[in-house]
């Protein structure tokens, strides 16, 4: 392959060697590598079209690069080409505090935006646990913990600058807090996991610093409990900032890999915000209910580096649960289901995992139906292996009897291809005729999310 007009325009900040395209080829889960044929690192939307329009001419895949922690295969270069790693397209561009926005390039992280709107009493909310790109959020549409109160990825982006698998630029959205002007390109772009076109820049939607914040966690007889009190809590109407769910496999996790101790038992970790009156009429309502489903008292995180502890020890989760089965094949789940429907969906997936004698520890962001089983068969037993797939196919296939879908979060990349028809139906091939539309030559992103034909 002739690499030698990349070269010519990026000089160093375009890599074919071992060490960088063998990065490019991971991604956190299990999928083998897949490393690109090139690396090239973009500084400017200019760069990124001129690099795009060099691949449109031959025919060339391009892969959208982020930080890397995807977990279904979104940005492995399944039929070679060049990796675009945006890490160096990582500028805070503006941040307009009385409109309660900010305008960042796509290698941006979400820790450090943050970090950059310390000052100003905003924060950006989305919180999918691992320090991803904005980029790479917006592109799989992500959520996290935080979701249930301030919403996904969708739901915080106002505006869009893309770049199309011709090379052109082009804007969606704007800085008016709604519009009511044609197709939403925006929404279009949101959770199409770089497959029309690489975002070069995202005008994101803010929030207010809540005056006071409260976290804590509360342990539980068993599972059904705690997810009867998640139900009746999203019922009651508690505008919960955070409640998420982990059972008494993820707790033995915690307390191995990060030192804490908590019973081994299933735990609510919930937190809430608001003025210090209404945190402590949540807080209140909140706890009506938990000790009607027979919780235990609170442990409360009222310190910021003790809510930090907190949620960084449900942010390590798979991590911990990985380093108490060093020898483990980890397959990642991730479905979501209406909230009336949540606990059929839990009880039943933690059953058959009982049943199947496969480490399977379950949490997730409950409040909004949202749950992860982390599946991990002895990767030296294929038995174990087959019998953990079957596992991730049938809750799979239990969302979408309840009413619900195959990825709440994590996406589909070219691990959940398999079940975009049942659950699109024809709507899947209206997916494909407009990747069809926008990328004739299937350059951008190939043999992911849509039908590959």
Not at 133 to 158: D, E, K, P, W
Request: hydrophobic share 40%; glycine share 12%.
């Amino acid at each position: 392959m002739d690499f030698d007009p990349l070269k010519e325009l990026l000089g160093p900040r375009f890599s074919a060697s071992a060490s960088d395209r063998e990065l490019h080829g991971r991604c956190e889960s299990h999928f083998p590598i897949l490393a690109p044929d090139a690396v090239a690192y973009p500084q400017s939307t200019e760069e990124v079209s001129a690099i795009i329009r060099n691949c449109s001419e031959r025919g060339v895949p391009v892969i959208g690069w982020g930080t890397g922690t995807s977990l279904e295969g979104h940005a492995l270069a399944l039929k070679g080409g060049i990796t675009v790693d945006f890490s160096r397209m990582n500028r805070v561009l503006h941040i307009a505090s009385e409109d309660m926005l900010a305008v960042v390039q796509p290698g941006v992280t979400r820790e450090a935006l943050n970090e950059e709107l310390r000052a100003t009493g905003l924060f950006f909310p989305v919180d999918p646990g691992a320090n991803a790109s904005l980029g790479g959020m917006a592109a799989t549409r992500a959520s996290g913990t935080t979701a249930v109160r301030y919403g996904t990825m969708r739901t915080n982006v106002l505006a869009l600058e893309v770049v199309l698998a011709d090379g052109r630029i082009i804007r969606t959205g704007s800085r008016a807090p709604k519009s009511s002007t044609g197709y939403d390109l925006t929404a279009l772009f949101v959770g199409s996991e770089g497959t029309l076109g690489l975002i070069t820049e995202l005008t994101l939607r803010l929030q207010g610093q809540p005056e006071g914040i409260s976290a804590a966690i509360c342990a539980f007889p068993d599972i059904g409990a705690a997810v009867e009190a998640v139900m009746l809590t999203i019922q009651s109407g508690i505008p919960m900032a955070r409640i998420e769910f982990v059972d008494a496999a993820n707790v033995r996790a915690f307390n191995a890999y990060g030192g804490s101790e908590m019973p081994e038992m299933p735990h609510l970790m919930v937190e809430f915000h608001g003025s210090h009156s209404a945190v402590q009429e949540q807080t209140r309502m909140f706890g009506e209910i938990v000790a009607e489903m027979g919780g235990g008292a609170f442990q409360w995180a009222e310190t910021p580096e003790e809510r930090n502890r907190l949620w960084k020890l449900r942010h390590n989760g798979y991590y911990a649960a990985r380093a108490l089965y060093p020898n483990a094949f980890p397959l990642t789940t991730d479905i979501c289901v209406p909230i009336s429907k949540l606990a059929a969906a839990v009880e039943e997936t933690a059953a058959e995992i009982a049943a199947s004698g496969i480490p399977g520890p379950i949490l997730g962001h409950v409040g909004d139906g949202n749950f992860h089983a982390l599946l991990l068969p002895d990767k030296d037993t294929p038995e174990e292996i087959a019998t953990a797939k079957a596992l991730a196919a049938r809750m799979a296939e239990r969302a979408l009897r309840l009413g619900g879908t195959v990825s709440g979060e994590h996406g589909i990349g070219m691990g959940k291809l398999g079940y975009m028809e049942a659950e699109h139906g024809a709507g899947w091939q209206v997916m494909g005729a407009l990747k069809a539309a926008l990328d004739p030559q299937k350059i951008l992103n190939p043999g992911k999310l849509v039908p590959q034909g």
